[in-house]
């Protein structure tokens, strides 16, 4: 199982399927192992992520860590909490400021593999859009506010979340049910799992 999970890590990292159709050299970002129980899978990393080579440095991962109530090292130390997100490497940035999607080439290659190397999880964060439509297809409601908005229909396995950019710092002001309600849920389930 391990040399399984190993093997499957070490062929996403040595990944160069879109090496033709992104504006850099691809640098694979995933954290997981195999004790992982609470897999956040946001849509891509972002420029800053794929300067440093861990998930969620950035302004999101602040906002996202935040939410979960938990910090910075235990984020990055602790074996329980994953990171897979839809695709692997930083798409680059569109003209008008925001990174482009993932790819769905990424997704379709590796998830399906690597999820199934991943026994222990018990909790999914869906951060998104793009990874709710991945991973809910049907079940996603008729957009991410609404299918965030729906959060218990999803549950116990499965926590839909808005992405936690600064961009949606208005959908947050908009939106006071989220921080009120599923913020609390999402810290519970975290402190449960991490007891």
């Known amino acids: 199982m391990m040399a399984d999970l190993s093997a499957i890590l070490d062929d996403i990292r040595a990944c160069r399927a879109c090496a033709g159709d992104l504006p850099h ?34 302004p999101s991962g602040d906002r996202l860590r935040d939410w979960m109530g938990v910090d910075f090292e235990t984020f990055y130390a602790d074996p329980r909490i994953g990171v897979a997100a839809q695709a692997f490497c930083y798409p680059g940035t569109a003209s008008k400021g925001g990174d482009y999607p993932p790819p769905p080439r990424c997704a379709a290659l590796w998830r399906p593999r690597l999820l199934a190397e991943l026994p222990r999880v018990e909790l999914t964060l869906l951060v998104g859009g793009y990874a709710q439509a991945w991973a809910l297809k049907e079940r996603m409601k008729a957009n991410t506010t609404e299918t965030v908005r729906a959060w218990r229909d999803y549950g116990p396995a499965i926590l839909p979340l808005p992405h936690p950019s ?30």
Do not use: Y
């Open 25 to 58: 050299t691809p640098r694979p970002v995933v954290m997981v192992s195999a004790e992982t129980r609470l897999l956040i899978c946001g849509q891509a990393p972002g420029r800053r992520v794929h300067e440093s080579g861990l998930p969620f440095t950035d």
């Open 166 to 195: 600064w961009r949606n710092t208005a959908w947050l002001r908009k939106n006071p049910w989220f921080e009120a309600e599923v913020v609390p849920h999402l810290r519970a389930r975290v402190r449960e799992m991490l007891a």
